[in-house]
């Protein structure tokens, strides 16, 4: 049996990889859901009574279901019902799979923080911008999107932390990330076997990462703190 | 010709006629107020002319140009509209200034988008913006707010907010400015300084219609007084014949004329 100091750099090797997963899996995300849930709030708040209907039933499937079987379903669907395995056996069919279910997860959530967001803001910043002559997209990009933004930050900050710790569901399709490379040392990994701490130390990923987020949100914070 | 001619204007909201066949016109360089009872339609009325709102009948022209007709479904259309609109300004009673936006920002803004969406833009951006900040601090400088160009709307005074708010109107160059209730929100002493510019407008031969409650303003600053009365225009006169000859029985009693 090899020392704690022995086993370190292989371990923190091991979770550093597994953690490039996470962070990978993080900002594709976030990549693709921030602005998908934008085009999601807009068809749920549509003024065509179907394409709202649509777009509310889609996002009450998604929010009305755990993460973890979205994962299985889109893992699994393609190739077991349709025998057509589209995101193949590797490791990077997992993460594409993974992607797809996280980025449609999180775009429902932050779909309907968005419309709280658009619907706090009063109607008249609307009236004002119609009288002045300004077209409904500009009203949105140059009136709107950023007293959304300001208004949104605080829930965002906590879907954005949910998101960092979510991703470890990827492990259920077989996806590295960093919670499975610190539990390959339980079962015997490169030598190590039958060591719990590789997974305490995970958590210090996570502590640091969601620690860098809460400074970055309040410094939005702070930064859109000058008008209110 | 009149600047502006409404003709027939009716309004409702589900079943209850909030408007109803509303006429009247209005010469350059005048002033109209609009006085009457809560919930009469004054503010509909406004939201009309400014397209919030669509009538259900009637027309309305400027210039003696058509620019709305309740039976031309045209008319509403987006483009259509925000080419209309440019005839008319409406400062709200409650300012609705864009909070992200210095006082500067607030009036420089639609001038700017519209600039951008003109064909010769791109060749001219530096000309085009020089002179709408230009416009943009004459308008600032003759609301009195030259010192304040740069504050955003929360550190501002209600009264230099609705400032704020009547600079950015003009800046659109409107013919006819209308407004809701502007002092409504403000304290006696800051409705003083709002009034006071309004009237400087009128001295500046600005086309306005103002809707009030204020009635010795009104009655100093008016050319032509309308009382409205659940929804129809009850007395148009002079402010003389309004405030002091009234004709109808209900506006000697909104004007507190009866003893009851
Ligand atoms: N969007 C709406 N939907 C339904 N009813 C409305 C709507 N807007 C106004 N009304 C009704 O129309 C009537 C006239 O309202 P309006 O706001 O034009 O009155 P007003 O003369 O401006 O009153 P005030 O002096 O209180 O501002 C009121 O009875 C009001 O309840
Ligand atoms: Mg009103």
Redesign the pocket.
């Known amino acids: 049996m090899s020392t704690f100091l022995e086993q370190l750099p292989i371990v923190i090797n091991s979770l550093n990889i597994g953690f490039l997963q996470t962070l990978k899996l993080f900002f594709v995300t976030l990549l693709g859901a921030l602005p998908l849930g934008l085009l999601i709030c807009f068809g749920s708040m549509s003024k065509i009574k179907p394409v709202k209907r649509l777009f509310q039933l889609l996002i009450w499937i998604v929010r009305g279901t755990p993460l973890m079987i979205q994962l299985l379903i889109i893992y699994y669907f393609p190739g077991l019902v349709l025998d057509n395995p589209i995101w193949g056996g590797a490791e990077s069919g997992r993460f594409a799979a993974s992607a797809v279910a996280f980025i449609i997860n999180y775009a429902c959530y932050f779909s309907e923080i968005y419309r709280g967001g658009i619907i706090a803001i009063p109607i008249g910043q609307d009236e004002a911008g119609l009288v002045l002559g300004m077209t409904k997209s500009d009203i949105f990009f140059k009136v709107k999107l950023l007293q959304m933004i300001k208004r949104i930050l605080p829930p965002m900050s906590n879907e954005v932390l949910t998101l960092v710790k979510d991703t470890s569901l990827a492990r259920i399709i077989a996806l590295q990330e960093i919670i499975w490379a610190g539990q390959a040392f339980m079962k015997g990994s490169q030598g190590i076997s039958g060591a719990i701490w590789p997974l305490f130390f995970t958590a210090i990923y996570y502590l640091i990462c969601n620690g860098l987020l809460t400074v970055l949100f309040a410094r939005l914070e702070k930064k859109l703190s000058y008008f209110r | 010709m009149h600047i502006l001619e409404v003709e027939h204007i009716s309004k409702s909201?589900e079943k209850?006629e909030?408007l109803k066949d509303i006429c009247f016109t209005l010469e350059k360089s005048q002033v109209l107020s609009i006085i009457?009872s809560?919930?009469?339609?004054?503010?509909?009325l406004l939201r009309c002319l400014n397209f919030l709102e669509h009538a259900d009948q009637g027309t309305i022209k400027v210039n003696g140009e058509l620019i709305f007709d309740a039976t031309d479904p045209s008319y509403r259309k987006e483009a259509v509209m925000r080419r209309n609109l440019r005839h008319f300004g409406l400062v709200f009673q409650s300012f609705n200034l864009f909070p992200q936006y210095t006082a500067l920002e607030n009036v420089m803004l639609a001038p700017k988008l519209s600039a951008a969406k003109e064909k010769d833009y791109k060749s001219h951006k530096k000309e085009i913006l020089a002179s709408i900040e230009e416009d943009a601090l004459k308008y600032l400088d003759m609301m009195g707010l030259s010192d304040r160009i740069g504050n955003y709307p929360h550190q501002l005074s209600g009264g230099q907010c609705q400032r704020v708010a009547i600079a950015r109107a003009l800046a659109l160059k409107p013919d006819i400015l209308c407004f809701d209730?502007p002092t409504s929100a403000l304290d006696p002493e800051l409705t003083g300084e709002v009034l006071k510019v309004i009237k400087s407008l009128a001295e500046q031969k600005m086309t306005m219609i103002i809707v009030t409650h204020e009635m010795s303003f009104a009655k100093d600053v008016s050319d032509q007084v309308i009382f409205m009365n659940d929804g129809i225009v009850l007395e148009h006169g002079t402010p003389t014949e309004v405030f002091e000859n009234p004709k109808e029985e209900r506006t000697k009693q909104f004007l507190g004329m009866l003893n009851t």
């Open positions: 909201f209850t909030v009457g809560s919930g009469s339609g004054k503010t509909t209730e």
